[in-house]
């Protein structure tokens, strides 16, 4: 290591370096233990398979434009569906915001990399290696003549469906192997991440000086910990089921349907969390520098967030309601339902806070920021509804609830995950994206986000199932259909948007600087892009903006926290 | 960068001093996640106890594996007096006690062994057998494997001690090793509780 | 910008060219108004709407005070560009995180309370003794229906008789699945029910307006999950009792179809179907004892005429692709003669 270490100095610091051959060069992103590579790694690789995901998504808008289509068939409809959830879920999802942490939690807590650098370049590749394994389902999920490719058992997989009196071939398999392996890249990032933010930290940065993205990170990273497991046990029992003959979900030797579905959500409803959590984590970091203000209320929001993922542990039968639980089970599950809202509500008022009294600079990350603020708002406002039980029968497995959640996912996470590529990608390559073509990015994504989702909400009102591959004509869901798909065209296009601003700006990019925002904390302190060892020297911090006290010497933090 | 609250610091290492150690973090966290891994199966055979729909039931083919629990609980103490002869520099101390440890646990995977021989074949038991089997193999199967995990990590540390490798410096490592084996040790206990306590 | 919208068009026309046929159903849902769930024609589809509005105007007043004070700070706090120096650092307070931790917990608090009271009293609604008891089974991909106490069997169409509010005549269903977990769903009725195999479910209605009411299976069951449709036709009690006996009465026999029933009886069609009065006694696929009774077929795919039929019995995957009935392989002479006995179970 040191070795290398030197040899990057003597090129100086992290710049174009002496060109090696293509293949030398992939070498080294093969071999490399570096946290930045690794996420970086990981964000492209995520957004390669949202991209993909997003293809699904299309085709089945195109199926459902107008009733009783006949473009997809229905064995491959839901195919694209289970795809489409466990990509975005798994593939796209857990592996964005993996990289963002990869990469950010060692620059922001001023170390050199993470505590176990091989640990996560195994927690990569293992959960590349799911990722393919799980496309490869289309090619080699045919076990018997006949049996379908890849997985059609929806996303969470209901038992007994997916047993194999009722999936015949392999297709499901490959669906249990390959969540199971990503699961374990996870789990290994997690320990990773709390390891190094607990054992790492550079001089002077108590826990409570953390930047809020951090702790989010340990949060995250314990509900991780806690939560997936339930679903890789839950696997490896139906995997047992498929190859043992065991009987823990086979329904004609006494199993239980229901018993893997509470195995699901435990994992289920914590994961939705696990997810939305960084989000709030990237708007805890944007939303002050853009509004020129020091978050407000950063304890609060700690214990907010912690409080969500406490809370979120007991919150897994909401997304049962409708299996026959008795009504004191039902009232438990919507108090903690209800309960989980309070804390959510604390952090937008604490961001409407923070953006209080500021100056607010309308940059692309801002942007995006703004738009998550409003859409998160309604989509817990949405889950409230769902959260109200008799309400849920009626809305639950409709096109509300897809809805509701792709309000979630899309609305507030992807809109956030956005705003992070615009806020880092600078820190990451050193060239800023541009403005005008990430405006357009913005604006395109928003009308084609709200004609797909808005319009969702009252397909679900007017008795549309979720899951469906057709409708019937003459039932009222035509418009609604034709115009939720519709807006994919829109969304599609403000993505291209996106990529032609990463392929101009990587090639001709106004050049960054080390801190273009004018931003706080220590990831702003080294060169764009960072070395491979960081910083120079390991920083010492007094407050937890410590760029805020070296740029404002006469009125520092320490003097508040 | 020269600026003050931004510095290069001498005194790194007394800052380092004041955080845990990240491979003990490591193994907590670890414990942790396999915690929650476990409980599932636990919940799931406390779920079924009592729901097979045809023989052979618990009480009928059960017998707790007292000799088994015995050796396999006291291998933590003996892995523990190993970690603490390490630590004052014994390394014939840590050797003697970590092959006790290693004998220990091959007992109780030898003795699991026997009585599931017993279960196959005479009592006619497999896991495809009814929901008691199902649920029987599978946890006692999942300890049994995280079991044989620790005795291969335990062996290659023996190889490695007796290739002469193991120093007093490594003492942090082994108890890291030492704390994953108390785990499984712990899990026995909840495992032998459900299994043969209460499902019984 | 031209370039552009042609492109939408083109985009948006390929899959009307795709459009497939729809059996008639078109028309006929097109008579039935739409399953709108705050429409409600039943007592738990009611209740279900009190509480809706309840809690969309509690999220609508929040939205607006929320979402009120997003757009004030988005209107009112921009930058401008010749100042340079930076706002006033509010670094937090806890009156005010106490105030907006404390509003939220009462409004959470008023809504469970309204909340758990609906829970009971739909679920908790006790069961009249001379309530109509159906058991519900779900299969891939169509509905059984049984009413034991009347001995009474058909598929895929409920009938149950109008509910007086004055004198509620509820009608009790028993869920349970034959193969995977469904979920039993009549919007304009109540909300969805789950019918899981190994598990007995049950729920409630007392529609008090007679007509015809469009359901579906709610839960992800496989390949024909969207075709696995439901009608419940609610008719006043005379014409319910009627449709009753109707039910109840075997097949006589038509000579002049001899030969279909002959071959009905003599091929794979009595492994699953059961024609009350004749051999045919399976339980798989739909009782077809007074099958022409039913408006629609396949699970509500089609509507039930005899040229649809035909259609059906040669290759059912040509109107539902998946359906677990095989392809009958008939003669175009057997098929015709088939076709004319199942006509003529009324």
Same mark, same amino acid.
């Given at each position: 290591?040191?070795?290398?270490?030197?040899?990057?100095?003597?090129?100086?610091?992290?710049?174009?370096?002496?060109?090696?051959?293509?293949?030398?060069?992939i070498?080294?992103w093969v071999?490399t233990?570096d946290h930045k590579r690794l996420g970086l790694m990981y964000i492209v690789g995520g957004l390669v398979f949202f991209v993909i995901a997003g293809?699904?998504?299309?085709?089945?808008?195109?199926?459902?434009?107008?009733?009783?289509?006949?473009?997809?068939?229905?064995?491959?409809?839901?195919?694209?569906?289970?795809?489409?959830?466990t990509t975005m879920v798994f593939l796209v999802g857990m592996p964005i915001l993996t990289g963002f942490f990869n990469y950010?939690?060692?620059?922001?807590?001023?170390?050199?990399?993470?505590?176990?650098?091989?640990?996560n370049a195994f927690g990569f590749w293992i959960w590349l290696f799911g990722s393919l394994l799980l496309y490869f389902?289309?090619?080699?999920?045919?076990?018997?003549?006949?049996?379908?490719?890849?997985?059609?058992?929806?996303?969470?997989?209901?038992?007994?469906?997916?047993?194999?009196?009722?999936?015949?071939?392999?297709?499901?398999?490959?669906?249990?192997?390959s969540?199971?392996l990503t699961?374990v890249g996870s789990?290994a990032t997690?320990?990773?991440?709390?390891?190094?933010?607990?054992?790492?930290?550079?001089?002077?940065?108590?826990?409570?000086?953390?930047?809020?993205?951090?702790?989010?990170?340990?949060?995250?990273?314990?509900?991780?910990?806690?939560?997936?497991?339930?679903?890789?046990?839950?696997?490896?029992?139906?995997?047992?089921?498929?190859?043992?003959?065991?009987?823990?979900?086979?329904?004609?030797?006494?199993?239980?349907?229901?018993?893997?579905?509470?195995?699901?959500?435990?994992?289920?409803?914590?994961?939705?969390?696990?997810?939305?959590?960084?989000?709030?984590?990237?708007?805890?970091?944007?939303?002050?520098?853009?509004?020129?203000?020091?978050?407000?209320?950063?304890?609060?929001?700690?214990?907010?967030?912690?409080?969500?993922?406490?809370?979120?542990?007991?919150?897994?039968?909401?997304?049962?309601?409708?299996?026959?639980?008795?009504?004191?089970?039902?009232?438990?599950?919507?108090?903690?339902?209800?309960?989980?809202?309070?804390?959510?509500?604390?952090?937008?008022?604490?961001?409407?806070?923070?953006?209080?009294?500021?100056?607010?600079?309308?940059?692309?990350?801002?942007?995006?920021?703004?738009?998550?603020?409003?859409?998160?708002?309604?989509?817990?406002?949405?889950?409230?509804?769902?959260?109200?039980?008799?309400?849920?029968?009626?809305?639950?497995?409709?096109?509300?609830?897809?809805?509701?959640?792709?309000?979630?996912?899309?609305?507030?996470?992807?809109?956030?995950i956005?705003?992070?590529i615009?806020?880092?990608?600078?820190?990451a390559?050193?060239?800023?994206?541009?403005?005008?073509?990430?405006?357009?990015?913005?604006?395109?994504?928003?009308?084609?986000?709200?004609?797909?989702?808005?319009?969702?909400?009252?397909?679900?009102?007017?008795?549309?199932?979720?899951?469906?591959?057709?409708?019937?004509?003459?039932?009222?869901?035509?418009?609604?259909?034709?115009?939720?798909?519709?807006?994919?065209?829109?969304?599609?296009?403000?993505?291209?948007?996106?990529v032609?601003?990463v392929?101009?700006?990587?090639?001709?990019?106004?050049?960054?600087?080390?801190?273009?925002?004018?931003?706080?904390?220590?990831?702003?302190?080294?060169?764009?892009?960072?070395?491979?060892?960081?910083?120079?020297?390991?920083?010492?911090?007094?407050?937890?903006?410590?760029?805020?006290?070296?740029?404002?010497?006469?009125?520092?933090?320490?003097?508040?926290? | 960068?020269?600026?003050?609250?931004?510095?290069?610091?001498?005194?790194?290492?007394?800052?380092?001093?004041?955080?845990?150690?990240?491979?003990?973090?490591?193994?907590?966290?670890?414990?942790?996640?396999?915690?929650?891994?476990?409980?599932?199966?636990?919940?799931?055979?406390?779920?079924?106890?009592?729901?097979?729909?045809?023989?052979?039931?618990?009480?009928?083919?059960?017998?707790?594996?007292?000799?088994?629990?015995?050796?396999?609980?006291?291998?933590?103490?003996?892995?523990?007096?190993?970690?603490?002869?390490?630590?004052?520099?014994?390394?014939?101390?840590? @050797?003697?006690?970590?092959? !006790? &440890?290693?004998? =220990?646990? +091959?007992? $109780? *995977?030898?003795?699991?062994?026997?009585?599931?021989?017993?279960?196959?074949?005479?009592?006619?038991?497999?896991?495809?057998?009814?929901?008691?089997?199902?649920?029987?193999?599978?946890?006692?199967? @999942?300890?049994?494997?995280? !079991? &044989?995990?620790? =005795?291969? +990590?335990? $062996? *290659?540390?023996?190889?490695?001690?007796?290739?002469?490798?193991?120093?007093?410096?490594?003492?942090?490592?082994?108890?890291?090793?030492?704390?994953?084996?108390?785990?499984?040790?712990?899990?026995?206990?909840?495992?032998?509780?459900?299994?043969?306590?209460?499902?019984? | 910008?031209?370039?552009?919208?042609?492109?939408?068009?083109?985009?948006?026309?390929?899959?009307?060219?795709?459009?497939?046929?729809?059996?008639?159903?078109?028309?006929?849902?097109?008579?039935?108004?739409?399953?709108?769930?705050?429409?409600?024609?039943?007592?738990?589809?009611?209740?279900?709407?009190?509480?809706?509005?309840?809690?969309?105007?509690?999220?609508?007043?929040?939205?607006?005070?929320?979402?009120?004070?997003?757009?004030?700070?988005?209107?009112?706090?921009?930058?401008?560009?010749?100042?340079?120096?930076?706002?006033?650092?509010?670094?937090?307070?806890?009156?005010?995180?106490?105030?907006?931790?404390?509003?939220?917990?009462?409004?959470?608090?008023?809504?469970?309370?309204?909340?758990?009271?609906?829970?009971?009293?739909?679920?908790?609604?006790?069961?009249?003794?001379?309530?109509?008891?159906?058991?519900?089974?779900?299969?891939?991909?169509?509905?059984?229906?049984?009413?034991?106490?009347?001995?009474?069997?058909?598929?895929?169409?409920?009938?149950?008789?109008?509910?007086?509010?004055?004198?509620?005549?509820?009608?009790?269903?028993?869920?349970?699945?034959?193969?995977?977990?469904?979920?039993?769903?009549?919007?304009?009725?109540?909300?969805?029910?789950?019918?899981?195999?190994?598990?007995?479910?049950?729920?409630?209605?007392?529609?008090?307006?007679?007509?015809?009411?469009?359901?579906?299976?709610?839960?992800?069951?496989?390949?024909?999950?969207?075709?696995?449709?439901?009608?419940?036709?609610?008719?006043?009690?005379?014409?319910?009792?009627?449709?009753?006996?109707?039910?109840?009465?075997?097949?006589?026999?038509?000579?002049?179809?001899?030969?279909?029933?002959?071959?009905?009886?003599?091929?794979?069609?009595?492994?699953?179907?059961?024609?009350?009065?004749?051999?045919?006694?399976?339980?798989?696929?739909?009782?077809?004892?007074?099958?022409?009774?039913?408006?629609?077929?396949?699970?509500?795919?089609?509507?039930?005429?005899?040229?649809?039929?035909?259609?059906?019995?040669?290759?059912?995957?040509?109107?539902?692709?998946?359906?677990?009935?095989?392809?009958?392989?008939?003669?175009?002479?057997?098929?015709?003669?088939?076709?004319?006995?199942?006509?003529?179970?009324?």
């Open positions: 290591m040191a070795g290398s270490i030197e040899h990057e100095i003597a090129l100086g610091a992290g710049r174009e370096r002496v060109s090696l051959p293509v293949l030398g060069r070498h080294e071999v233990v293809l699904e998504a299309s085709a089945i808008r195109l199926q459902l434009a107008v009733p009783n289509a006949g473009i997809v068939p229905p064995d491959s409809f839901n195919r694209l569906m289970t795809m489409h959830g950010l939690v060692p620059l922001m807590i001023g170390t050199r990399d993470l505590a176990f650098p091989r640990l389902s289309y090619i080699g999920g045919d076990g018997l003549y006949g049996a379908g490719s890849a997985p059609d058992v929806g996303w969470f997989a209901y038992a007994p469906l997916t047993e194999r009196a009722f999936s015949r071939g392999n297709s499901t398999d490959y669906w249990i192997l969540v199971f699961s789990t997690a320990i990773n991440i709390i390891a190094t933010a607990f054992s790492m930290r550079c001089k002077g940065m108590t826990l409570a000086k953390m930047p809020v993205l951090v702790w989010l990170a340990v949060i995250v990273s314990f509900q991780i910990l806690i939560a997936l497991p339930p679903l890789a046990a839950a696997q490896v029992m139906l995997l047992l089921d498929r190859f043992a003959g065991a009987h823990f979900f086979d329904t004609q030797a006494g199993g239980s349907a229901i018993l893997w579905q509470h195995f699901f959500w435990i994992f289920g409803h914590p994961e939705v969390y696990i997810l939305v959590l960084p989000a709030f984590a990237f708007a805890n970091e944007i939303i002050p520098v853009f509004s020129r203000k020091v978050l407000f209320g950063y304890e609060v929001m700690v214990a907010a967030s912690a409080a969500i993922a406490f809370i979120s542990l007991s919150v897994w039968a909401h997304h049962m309601f409708s299996v026959g639980m008795t009504p004191a089970g039902n009232s438990f599950f919507v108090a903690s339902t209800m309960l989980v809202s309070v804390p959510t509500g604390i952090k937008i008022f604490n961001w409407v806070g923070t953006m209080w009294g500021g100056k607010i600079r309308f940059k692309v990350p801002m942007l995006f920021s703004i738009a998550f603020l409003l859409q998160f708002l309604i989509a817990g406002l949405t889950g409230i509804m769902l959260g109200a039980a008799p309400f849920d029968w009626q809305l639950t497995d409709t096109y509300f609830v897809v809805a509701h959640f792709h309000y979630v996912l899309v609305g507030a996470i992807l809109f956030m956005f705003a992070a615009y806020y880092w990608f600078p820190k390559t050193g060239k800023m994206l541009s403005e005008r073509l990430g405006k357009w990015h913005f604006w395109l994504f928003l009308i084609g986000y709200h004609l797909t989702f808005d319009t969702m909400h009252f397909c679900g009102l007017y008795g549309m199932p979720r899951r469906i591959y057709t409708y019937q004509p003459g039932r009222g869901l035509e418009t609604l259909n034709f115009v939720t798909s519709l807006g994919v065209i829109f969304q599609a296009a403000g993505v291209l948007f996106l032609i601003n392929l101009t700006s990587l090639r001709s990019g106004d050049s960054a600087g080390s801190d273009p925002w004018d931003a706080w904390t220590l990831e702003w302190a080294t060169t764009s892009p960072p070395p491979a060892y960081n910083f120079a020297s390991e920083p010492v911090v007094q407050s937890r903006r410590p760029l805020w006290d070296l740029k404002h010497p006469e009125d520092p933090d320490w003097n508040y926290e | 960068m020269a600026a003050s609250p931004i510095i290069a610091s001498d005194s790194r290492t007394e800052w380092a001093k004041t955080l845990p150690y990240k491979g003990r973090v490591g193994i907590y966290l670890l414990i942790l996640t396999e915690s929650s891994f476990f409980s599932i199966f636990v919940v799931a055979y406390l779920f079924y106890v009592g729901k097979s729909l045809t023989p052979p039931f618990p009480r009928d083919v059960l017998s707790p594996p007292i000799v088994n629990t015995i050796c396999l609980l006291s291998s933590s103490v003996t892995i523990f007096l190993a970690v603490r002869a390490l630590r004052s520099g014994s390394i014939g101390g840590f @050797l003697l006690w970590w092959v !006790v &440890t290693l004998a =220990l646990g +091959l007992e $109780f *995977l030898i003795g699991t062994a026997f009585e599931w021989h017993k279960l196959i074949y005479h009592d006619g038991l497999t896991i495809s057998t009814n929901l008691f089997g199902t649920t029987y193999y599978s946890l006692v199967g @999942l300890h049994a494997l995280h !079991v &044989t995990v620790g =005795l291969t +990590l335990i $062996f *290659l540390v023996t190889i490695l001690t007796l290739l002469g490798h193991m120093e007093g410096r490594h003492v942090e490592r082994v108890d890291v090793l030492s704390w994953y084996w108390h785990f499984v040790d712990a899990v026995w206990i909840v495992v032998f509780t459900t299994v043969y306590i209460i499902g019984r | 910008m031209n370039r552009w919208l042609s492109l939408l068009l083109v985009l948006t026309a390929t899959p009307a060219l795709a459009l497939a046929e729809d059996w008639g159903m078109g028309q006929s849902n097109a008579k039935i108004p739409p399953s709108y769930i705050f429409d409600h024609v039943s007592t738990p589809a009611r209740e279900i709407t009190t509480l809706a509005y309840f809690s969309i105007t509690i999220c609508a007043v929040i939205f607006l005070v929320v979402g009120g004070l997003i757009v004030y700070c988005v209107v009112k706090f921009p930058s401008r560009g010749d100042d340079n120096r930076e706002p006033a650092q509010v670094y937090g307070s806890n009156p005010i995180e106490l105030a907006w931790t404390t509003a939220p917990l009462l409004i959470v608090f008023v809504l469970m309370l309204t909340t758990v009271r609906t829970i009971y009293s739909i679920q908790a609604a006790p069961r009249p003794p001379d309530a109509i008891g159906v058991r519900v089974i779900g299969h891939q991909w169509w509905w059984e229906f049984r009413y034991p106490e009347l001995g009474v069997v058909t598929a895929n169409e409920l009938h149950v008789p109008l509910s007086d509010p004055k004198h509620p005549t509820p009608t009790f269903l028993d869920l349970e699945s034959a193969d995977v977990a469904h979920s039993f769903w009549v919007p304009r009725l109540a909300g969805k029910t789950d019918v899981i195999p190994n598990r007995k479910n049950s729920t409630w209605i007392d529609p008090h307006e007679a007509g015809t009411y469009l359901g579906q299976c709610g839960e992800y069951c496989g390949t024909e999950h969207a075709m696995m449709l439901l009608r419940v036709i609610v008719e006043p009690r005379a014409d319910f009792d009627r449709w009753v006996a109707a039910q109840k009465q075997a097949w006589s026999a038509e000579p002049a179809v001899m030969h279909g029933r002959q071959i009905f009886e003599t091929t794979a069609c009595v492994n699953c179907h059961t024609v009350n009065g004749t051999a045919a006694q399976g339980r798989f696929g739909p009782d077809l004892t007074h099958l022409m009774a039913r408006v629609t077929l396949g699970s509500g795919v089609a509507m039930n005429t005899p040229e649809h039929l035909k259609i059906w019995v040669r290759d059912p995957s040509t109107m539902k692709p998946g359906a677990l009935m095989p392809a009958m392989n008939l003669s175009e002479n057997d098929l015709n003669d088939l076709v004319a006995y199942l006509v003529t179970l009324r």
